[in-house]
């Protein structure tokens, strides 16, 4: 099931978002925050952009959101996409979660959407690009983990 995040979802999501901070460069934090800072994190998050979690028997799989992608306001019809699953399969909920938050981002008037994927992620390369999104560009050493 996809559905919109409730506040008892958080604990699930924080283990994954640490799995990724831990294990792999798709996410740039090089610890994970406190359990009460990443809440914090997502504070601009909640209420103002979509958030859906992929979810079985109770369980969270994966979950997906947008925030804002540039801090000037000229940009607020502009979205970065977030997401990310228990390590493993999607279960076949990527395209779902995804689907979600483009129908809503469309309905608060977004007109331009960004995913920044790590270029050592082909699978998300393939993904975003299955989906229709084109390349951009890139930020050769950014940043480095």
Same mark, same amino acid.
């Given at each position: 099931m $996809? *559905?919109?995040? /409730?506040?008892? @979802?958080? *604990?699930? $999501? %924080? /283990? $994954? %978002?640490? +799995? +990724?901070?831990?294990? !792999?460069?798709? $996410?740039? @934090?090089?610890?994970? #925050? !406190?359990?009460? *800072?990443?809440? @914090? !994190?997502?504070?601009?998050? #909640?209420? *103002? +952009?979509?958030? %859906?979690?992929?979810?079985?028997e109770e369980k969270i799989l994966g979950y997906a959101y947008a925030h804002a992608a540039f801090s000037k306001e000229a940009y607020r019809f502009c979205a970065e996409l977030t997401i990310y699953f228990l390590p493993g399969d999607h279960h076949g909920m990527a395209k779902g979660l995804y689907d979600a938050i483009e129908r809503a981002l469309y309905e608060q008037g977004c007109r331009w959407l960004i995913s920044c994927i790590t270029d050592s992620n082909a699978e998300s390369i393939a993904f975003h690009e299955k989906l229709g999104f084109a390349y951009g560009g890139n930020l050769p050493s950014c940043g480095l983990k």
């Open positions: $996809i *559905r919109e995040v /409730e506040e008892k @979802d958080l *604990r699930q $999501i %924080y /283990e $994954i %978002y640490s +799995y +990724y901070v831990n294990h !792999s460069t798709a $996410i740039f @934090d090089l610890v994970p #925050l !406190s359990f009460e *800072r990443f809440c @914090d !994190s997502l504070k601009p998050v #909640l209420g *103002r +952009y979509p958030f %859906y979690v992929a979810e079985r």
